[in-house]
């Protein structure tokens, strides 16, 4: 049946359980059992730090890094990203949501200094173009998965519009369709 073709795959609910999980720039809504790290003290903030620059933390320490709509704010995304890279375990990951490019909550903030597409976080992946063609540096992640919009329902339209975006980026981001259908959230999930 064709609506089998079409998935509106979600994060898994308990992607971060059993694990040494840093929550950056969580201010006041820290993951529950997690270590929060902010650039002010506020309630419940473990670390103190700028997520600009580097972070007090040693290398490996941690199995996963949680970042809820705080990578839009980063200047110095590459060299945060490097950071998380060197912080996380082998086989750690690194679960990012952020607006989507498309999305109004991406251009409402006027501390938000960068937006996000479908193929953003390929830079630091290996095996892709971006990754090959214009890193700096060697580190890499092995793997990255993007999810669109998994806090909204599952619905026939979002199925088409989801498996088509992630089937074909450049076509759709590039298209009518993305503004016809902007999604409001990218999220992803990349494996060291």
């Known amino acids: 049946m064709i609506i089998q073709r079409f998935q509106h795959i979600k ?5 971060m359980k059993g694990k040494k999980v840093l929550d950056i720039g969580c201010g006041r809504k820290k993951l529950p059992g997690a270590i929060g790290l902010d650039r002010m003290q506020l309630p419940g903030i473990d670390v103190v730090a700028d997520l600009n620059e580097k972070l007090p933390i040693n290398d490996e320490e941690f199995d996963a890094v949680y970042a809820d709509q705080v990578l839009e704010h980063i200047e110095n995304l590459i ?3 490097y950071e998380i ?3 996380l375990k082998p086989g750690g990951i690194l679960l990012a949501h952020v607006p989507y490019f498309r999305s ?3 251009h ?3 501390t938000h200094v960068r937006s996000f597409t479908i193929n ?3 830079y630091f992946v290996k095996g892709t173009y971006l990754y090959y063609d214009y890193r700096f540096r060697d580190e890499a992640f ?3 998965e993007v999810f669109l ?3 909204r329902p599952s619905t026939l339209k979002r199925r088409f519009f989801t498996s088509w975006a992630l089937g074909n980026p450049q076509k759709f981001e590039n298209s009518f369709l993305s503004n016809l259908y902007p999604f409001e959230q990218i999220s992803y999930l990349l494996t060291k």
């Open 149 to 151: 919009d998994t806090d």
């Open 11 to 15: 994060v898994p609910a308990d992607l």
């Open 85 to 87: 890279h060197r912080i």
């Open 79 to 81: 060299g945060l990203m």
């Open 120 to 122: 953003s976080m390929n």
């Open 104 to 106: 109004s909550w991406a």
């Open 108 to 110: 409402i903030d006027p």
């Open 142 to 144: 092995e793997k990255v």
